[in-house]
């Protein structure tokens, strides 16, 4: 199994990168994410990456971080979710994102990766939820997330956000970092500003 592949960037598409190594260019599948953190063409890039085998084709994915590529594997042992699919949740949700979306249970900012119905998001938050903690770095905001399950206010203040536009996962996690004890007029206030001032 290839682990990861270093060489020079000779091409980039929307949907791929091909790297050159000892002659030889390989396409690496890659999702939005790695593809805004590669170089410019000609430059040296690092790519770790995952062999997909299937009777009719053999396809190489790449990816930036390995976390990335963690978050893949994950998404891809998920019933429904194959390669394709798991490249464009990782397209639209960092490994951290994916992260507190899971914790969270927000199925919404799943679904929208593009071929992601309501059913299979669920599916990824029914079979990843114990499984992605702390990946990208997301251990903190996991937890916040995780918290608001604790407090009836905390729920409400989060359901109040969502319904003024905000993602469920970042208000879960904003709220989750807030004092349990505040009024859930208070939470929403300080919630909003503190989403407002990350917008």
């Given amino acids: 199994m290839i682990y990861n592949i270093k060489g020079t960037l000779t091409y980039t598409d929307p949907s791929f990168a091909v790297v050159e190594c000892g002659g030889v260019g390989f396409k690496c599948f890659v999702s939005m994410t790695t593809l805004k953190e590669l170089p410019s063409i000609g430059n040296e890039v690092n790519l ?3 062999m997909s085998v299937r009777e ?3 396809d190489l994915f790449g ?7 963690e978050a893949f594997k994950l998404l891809i042992s998920v019933s429904g979710i194959g390669p394709k699919a798991a490249i464009a949740i990782l397209s639209v949700l960092s490994p951290s994102k994916l992260s507190v979306a ?3 249970g927000d199925v919404r900012a799943i679904t929208m990766a593009n071929g992601v119905g ?4 669920e599916r990824v938050v029914l079979e990843l ?3 992605m903690v702390g990946l990208g770095g997301s251990a903190q905001a996991v937890q916040n997330a995780q918290s608001v399950a604790s407090s009836e ?3 409400e203040a989060v359901e109040v956000l969502v319904s003024l536009g905000f993602n469920q996962s970042d208000a879960a996690t904003v709220v989750g970092a807030m004092d349990k004890s505040l009024s859930v007029d208070d939470m929403v206030r300080k919630g909003l500003r503190e989403l407002s001032s990350q917008l």
Avoid: I, N
């Fill in 48 to 50: 770790f990456t995952y």
């Fill in 153 to 155: 206010g905390a729920q």
């Fill in 56 to 58: 009719d084709a053999l």
């Fill in 129 to 131: 939820k114990d499984k």
């Fill in 118 to 121: 309501k059913k299979t998001a």
């Fill in 63 to 69: 990816f930036y971080e390995p976390d990335e590529l």
């Fill in 102 to 104: 899971v914790s969270s």
